[in-house]
């Protein structure tokens, strides 16, 4: 097996009380040929914030220990110490993602990044089966790792099982559908070579949704892998530290706002699926697709089609070209849109009908009752649970059989 080296790409804010065990974890796996770069990092006008004090302070004790420990190849960037940190407008987990993968790209002619979080669990031999994978895919421009949230046995479980169901139906739906964006973004949980880094010009500086921007590009440019056989387990808990993503999810959960987070019927992926199949033909003469009215909407232009039909010669570029247009970010517009049009359907019944429509011949007795009475608010977290472990299951079989050869 080819040893290519490894870059462990960390980004830390508040998490000196997990520090410890992730390194346990890293110092515990079977691959030995990596290089750590941790980005300790918060806005500098944190330490002038009463309501900040405890990331200041929590960031110091993480440079403190990260400065004691005699590990080979760690690198450790201080973005937090008074005058150090960020500016107010241009900083957050985006900018400490991008500023390791910059160093790396800059200081690395080959290897692969591997994007990791503090909180989060990683089995003995991760980083060997994501080299292995690399090995067996070399044209793969980046990978993103089946993941499983754990749960804390408090308030969290509840909000991460709702939030864990809504990312894994979005997640099959588009798979089944066969989209090119089927992917799940977690920061936590990603794998990019740096040739493939480099291709698409490094990482997009946002506060966050960096994971999702970053794999968005890597699909506009190449494959992008979704089966390793391996798990990151990424931790549950509030925060408002980013804008989006698990934490501000379970916040607003908890607060009982789930509106960001629906469950879309399956025909409105249908709808998406149609207009994917209709990009060869749109190379030959204008056709209305589902997507149409929502595109010239978002893109304040009547002739969605026209112009990539001059500027591409060729059915596969202009097929191509279609993809890049109608991409993640504007698929998942598209949902939001025609979801909010309709009359509101209960996710729990949307649930239910789906997984009875597309998976009823593999659902147990135990299921069918769970998904009968399924209550959000009120069904036991066992139970709810016990849903996750089916769609977590059916997630990974659809990944393996979609797999890029």
Known sequence: MKTPAL?????????????????SDITGQTYRNFHIYVCVNQFDSWWAKSEKQQYCLDN?????????????????????????????KKGGVGWARKTLMDMISEKREDGIIISMDADTCYPKQYLEKIVR??????????????????????????????????MRYYALNMLRIGNPYSYTALGSAMAIPLWAYRKIGGM???????????LQKLVKTGNLGQWVDTVAYPSARFSDRVLFGTGPALIK?????WGSYPLYRPELFDMVKETYNLFHKLYEKELPTPMTSFLQEQFRNQNIWKPLRENYKDRGNFIKACINKVDGLRILQFLRVMHLAEKTIKDEVVLKNYLQKYFGEK????????????DYEKTDIIQLDKIRGFLFAEEMNLRKSMEIS
Not at 7 to 23: C, K, S
Not at 253 to 257: C, K, L, M, P, V
Not at 363 to 374: A, P, Q, R
């Open 133 to 166: 994978y690399f090995n067996e895919h070399p044209k793969i421009s980046g990978l993103s790792i089946p993941y499983f949230h754990q749960l804390e046995n408090d308030e969290t479980d509840r909000q991460i099982l709702r939030y864990e169901i809504y």
């Open 363 to 374: 659902l147990n007795k135990d299921l069918k009752i769970i998904l009968d009475e399924l």
């Open 253 to 257: 959960g908890a607060e009982g706002d």
């Open 204 to 214: 997009t500086p946002v506060k966050s949704g960096e994971d999702f921007y970053l």
């Open 60 to 88: 110091a004790k993480s440079l403190e220990y990260l400065r004691s420990l005699d590990i080979k190849n760690l690198i450790v960037i201080d973005k937090s110490s008074p005058g150090n940190g960020w500016p107010d």
């Open 7 to 23: 870059y462990l790409a960390i980004p830390v804010l508040g998490e000196f009380a997990n520090l410890h065990n992730f390194f």
